[in-house]
């Protein structure tokens, strides 16, 4: 009815410092209860290439802007986020599922880190220079920002991985065309009211929402935009490897993983149980750093898994604007049946499912009974070989194994396709530098889980990506070098 639409939040492309309206939108839903809440955008070539040119004809002044002057305006923006903290925290929670607590703890504190961050950073960014005296030559390089960056980010942690994006390339002096995930755009579109109370110049930051098909298709092909930095799936990866191959552009690609925490039996199981229940299923276990292999030495094996089960039963699903609950809804009803699927398959297979899915029974409030809720669930013995063991679920599942030797598991954990993280858990400290030197995965934590400083290098290896990002990777990627030599 009219009455039902006119109470749904409708979104507009942000473009050249204005909002403007679209003439197609799409459904987005609550994951919470499975009703429609919000309209957004179903952006095509057309908006983005309006995006595309408000980007260029604000490239020239931003550009020309020094270090200190962005650097300013970013930590106005940071303020102004973290000023309407709860806002956000409540939006993000609502448009993504995720609780509410997470939101506030996590997304919306790191957003807020993010412009910071980097608005710090580019101060302290030094170029490199060299001499030749036996030729009478000095060389040295120069950075200048590459032009207009299209920024593609993915549902899991919206605003956190968005700003994660936007903050480096617009200090580096870049204008940007940003798509968020069609299913969590809300907090993005929210952040687009605050930036020009930051001073951020209009066509800085140009969003445009919609699909992958549509909307970021038509910025990965467009022949204006050179760097493209992505989150996603593998998968989507490779459509867009193909789609900018023509145009010979720059890409960051992070992508999934099948991240293994490996528990020695000399491991502090005090530690490594709270821990590791959070690197499962922290966030619904939808985080591309989350372990859903975990490898324990057969010594420890039965103790790990009967307390770590007992643990997992203790969390609580359910309404996700509940401070109380540790788990919220899965972002689709959709990815919600991807999931279940893998642990019917793990089930067909001969595995044990111990708690969780099929298992344990859910109770929902009365308003979240047609959410896309499940509860954290734990399969022990499964084959290496399984697609479960393979392949990136992206739910609160985890797969639970026994190994023997060292040797052993690092072969067992590399057998996959993907290399983004890995944890180690072992109180002899030559085993965790052993082990971590042979593990194929660009973030190795130790008795820990994401613990990050983004000063260093965040990415993966094999399937998990190209490229790195971070303080010094970061500004590589959002700037070209120059190398210019001087005879005297």
Same mark, same amino acid.
Request: aromatic share 8%; hydrophobic share 40%; charged share 20%.
């Given at each position: 009815?009219?009455?039902?639409?006119?109470?749904?939040?409708?979104?507009?492309? %942000?473009?050249? *410092?204005?909002?403007?309206?679209?003439?197609?939108?799409?459904?987005?839903?609550?994951?919470?209860? $499975?009703?429609?809440?919000?309209?957004?955008?179903?952006?095509?070539?057309?908006?983005?290439?309006?995006?595309?040119?408000?980007?260029?004809?604000?490239?020239?002044?931003?550009?020309?802007?020094?270090?200190?002057?962005?650097?300013?305006?970013?930590?106005?923006?940071?303020?102004?986020?973290?000023?309407?903290?709860?806002?956000?925290?409540?939006?993000?929670?609502?448009?993504?599922?995720?609780?509410?607590?997470?939101?506030?703890?996590?997304?919306?504190?790191?957003?807020?880190?993010?412009?910071? %961050? %980097?608005?710090?950073? /580019?101060?302290?960014?030094?170029?490199?220079?060299?001499?030749?005296?036996?030729?009478?030559?000095?060389?040295?390089?120069?950075?200048?920002?590459? $032009?207009?960056?299209?920024?593609?980010?993915?549902?899991?942690?919206?605003?956190?991985?968005?700003?994660?994006?936007? &903050?480096?390339? /617009?200090?580096?002096? =870049?204008?940007?065309?940003?798509?968020?995930?069609?299913?969590?755009?809300?907090?993005?579109?929210?952040?687009?009211?605050?930036?020009?109370?930051?001073?951020?110049?209009?066509?800085?930051?140009?969003?445009?929402? *919609?699909?992958?098909? !549509?909307?970021?298709?038509?910025?990965?092909?467009?022949?204006?935009?050179?760097?493209?930095?992505?989150?996603?799936?593998?998968?989507?990866?490779?459509?867009?490897?193909?789609?900018?191959?023509?145009?010979?552009?720059?890409?960051?690609?992070?992508?999934? $993983?099948?991240?293994?925490?490996?528990?020695?039996?000399?491991?502090?199981?005090?530690?490594?149980?709270?821990?590791?229940?959070?690197?499962?299923?922290?966030?619904?276990?939808?985080?591309?750093?989350?372990?859903?292999?975990? @490898?324990?030495?057969?010594?420890?094996?039965?103790? @790990?898994?009967?307390?770590?089960?007992?643990?997992?039963?203790?969390?609580?699903?359910?309404?996700?604007?509940?401070?109380?609950?540790?788990?919220? &809804?899965?972002?689709?009803?959709?990815?919600?049946?991807?999931?279940?699927?893998?642990? !019917?398959?793990?089930?067909?297979?001969?595995?044990?499912?111990?708690?969780?899915?099929?298992?344990?029974?859910?109770?929902?409030?009365?308003? =979240?009974?047609?959410?896309?809720?499940?509860?954290?669930?734990?399969?022990?013995?499964?084959?290496?070989?399984?697609?479960?063991?393979?392949?990136?679920?992206?739910?609160?599942?985890?797969?639970?194994?026994?190994?023997?030797?060292?040797?052993?598991?690092?072969?067992?954990?590399?057998?996959?396709?993907?290399?983004?993280?890995?944890?180690?858990?072992?109180?002899?400290? *030559?085993?965790?530098?052993?082990?971590?030197?042979?593990?194929? &995965?660009?973030?190795?934590?130790? =008795?820990?889980?994401?613990?990050?400083?983004?000063?260093?290098?965040?990415? *993966?290896?094999? &399937?998990?990506?190209? $490229?790195?990002?971070?303080?010094?990777?970061?500004?590589?990627?959002?700037?070209?070098?120059?190398?210019?030599? /001087?005879?005297?």
């Amino acid at each position: 009815t009219m009455a039902h639409s006119k109470a749904l939040l409708v979104l507009e492309n %942000f473009i050249g *410092g204005k909002f403007v309206t679209c003439s197609s939108y799409i459904d987005s839903y609550n994951p919470s209860t $499975g009703d429609v809440y919000c309209r957004v955008p179903d952006s095509g070539k057309e908006e983005v290439e309006a995006a595309v040119k408000a980007a260029k004809d604000a490239f020239s002044i931003w550009s020309s802007k020094s270090p200190l002057e962005r650097s300013r305006i970013l930590n106005k923006l940071a303020d102004l986020i973290e000023h309407d903290l709860e806002a956000f925290a409540q939006a993000e929670s609502k448009d993504q599922g995720k609780t509410i607590t997470f939101a506030r703890t996590v997304d919306i504190p790191r957003a807020v880190y993010n412009f910071r %961050f %980097f608005a710090s950073s /580019i101060l302290h960014q030094t170029t490199e220079c060299t001499e030749m005296a036996t030729m009478g030559c000095v060389h040295y390089t120069s950075r200048a920002p590459v $032009g207009v960056a299209g920024l593609i980010s993915p549902w899991n942690l919206p605003l956190y991985l968005l700003t994660w994006k936007i &903050a480096p390339a /617009i200090a580096c002096g =870049n204008t940007v065309v940003a798509k968020p995930s069609e299913m969590t755009s809300v907090t993005a579109w929210m952040m687009c009211k605050l930036l020009e109370k930051a001073g951020v110049p209009h066509g800085v930051v140009n969003v445009v929402f *919609g699909t992958g098909a !549509k909307a970021g298709e038509a910025l990965v092909c467009h022949p204006d935009v050179p760097l493209i930095s992505f989150t996603g799936s593998t998968l989507t990866a490779q459509r867009i490897t193909e789609k900018s191959a023509p145009h010979c552009k720059r890409l960051s690609l992070e992508l999934g $993983g099948k991240n293994p925490a490996i528990i020695f039996d000399d491991a502090d199981l005090t530690q490594c149980i709270p821990m590791t229940l959070r690197s499962s299923f922290a966030n619904q276990g939808e985080i591309c750093l989350c372990t859903s292999r975990i @490898f324990v030495q057969r010594g420890i094996y039965s103790e @790990f898994l009967k307390r770590f089960v007992a643990e997992a039963k203790k969390w609580k699903v359910g309404n996700p604007s509940d401070p109380t609950v540790d788990v919220g &809804a899965l972002i689709s009803e959709e990815h919600l049946e991807k999931v279940r699927s893998y642990v !019917k398959k793990a089930q067909a297979e001969g595995a044990r499912v111990l708690c969780g899915e099929g298992v344990d029974s859910l109770t929902l409030p009365a308003g =979240n009974q047609k959410g896309y809720f499940m509860l954290p669930t734990v399969i022990a013995e499964v084959k290496d070989e399984s697609c479960c063991m393979q392949e990136e679920i992206f739910g609160p599942v985890t797969c639970v194994v026994a190994f023997d030797t060292e040797e052993e598991v690092i072969k067992r954990a590399n057998s996959v396709k993907y290399g983004l993280a890995a944890t180690v858990w072992s109180s002899n400290v *030559g085993r965790v530098h052993r082990v971590a030197q042979r593990l194929q &995965a660009g973030l190795v934590w130790t =008795n820990c889980w994401l613990v990050r400083d983004l000063n260093l290098p965040f990415g *993966g290896m094999k &399937a998990s990506g190209i $490229g790195r990002e971070g303080a010094k990777d970061s500004y590589e990627f959002f700037t070209e070098v120059k190398t210019i030599t /001087i005879k005297h």
